[in-house]
C-alpha cells in the first residue's frame, strides 16, 4: 500500500514523499524529483521574522494609546484600533502565505500600515494628542513621529523595487 506524504525537509521546503508498505522509508513521489534547494537570492517564508516585522512596525502604536489615555480615552480607544487593524492585517497577510509571493504580501503589508500609520498621526495631530505628548515628556515629538510613515514609504519602495528586479530576472 502507497501514500503520499508531504513533510518540511530541514531546511524548510515542502517535499512531497511517498511511504510503500510496512516501510517507514520515505522516497521522492516522482523519480527524479529533487527537493528546492536555497539559493543566494531566494526569499521565504519565515514566521519568526514576519511576527517580529509585525511587531515592530506596529509596537509604537501602543505607546500612543497609553500616553494620551488618561486625558482623551476615546483618542486612545481609536489608536487601539488602528493597532489591531494592523496587526489583523498582518496576520491575514501570513495566513495566506501560500497564494501570495512572500515580496507580493511585504509590499500590501508596507502600504497597509502607511497608510494606517498616516491616519493614526492625522488623528493625532488633529486632536492635539502630539501637543499633550511633548507638554507630559518635555520633548519635541512631531518631527519624529511624522519619520515612522516615511520609514515605511522607503520600505514599501525598496520592497516594490526587488519585486520588479525579480520578476525582470525571470523574464529574461
Not at 510496512?22 to 523519480?31: A, F, R
Request: hydrophobic share 50%; glycine share 6%.
Amino acid at each position: 500500500m502507497d501514500f503520499d506524504v508531504l513533510r518540511v525537509s530541514d531546511a524548510g521546503y515542502k517535499e512531497q514523499m511517498t511511504a510503500t508498505g510496512n516501510s517507514s522509508e520515505l522516497v521522492p513521489s516522482t523519480p527524479n524529483a529533487n527537493p528546492a534547494r536555497p539559493s543566494t537570492d531566494s526569499l521565504h517564508w519565515n514566521a519568526g521574522g514576519w511576527f517580529g516585522s509585525l511587531l515592530g512596525c506596529t509596537l509604537w502604536m501602543i505607546v500612543g494609546v497609553f500616553a494620551v489615555a488618561p486625558e482623551r480615552p476615546l483618542l486612545a480607544a481609536s489608536f487601539l484600533g488602528l493597532f489591531v487593524l494592523a496587526v489583523v492585517i498582518g496576520v491575514w497577510l501570513y495566513r495566506k502565505r501560500d497564494s501570495i509571493e512572500l515580496l507580493r504580501a511585504m509590499q500590501l503589508y508596507m502600504l497597509s500600515f502607511l497608510a494606517i500609520s498616516l491616519v493614526y498621526l492625522a488623528l493625532a495631530a488633529g486632536d492635539g494628542a502630539l501637543e499633550l505628548v511633548e507638554r507630559s515628556w518635555g520633548n519635541s515629538v512631531a518631527l519624529p513621529a511624522w519619520t515612522v510613515p516615511s520609514c515605511y514609504l522607503v520600505c514599501l519602495l525598496v520592497v516594490s523595487y526587488l519585486d520588479w528586479s525579480r520578476r525582470s530576472k525571470r523574464l529574461s
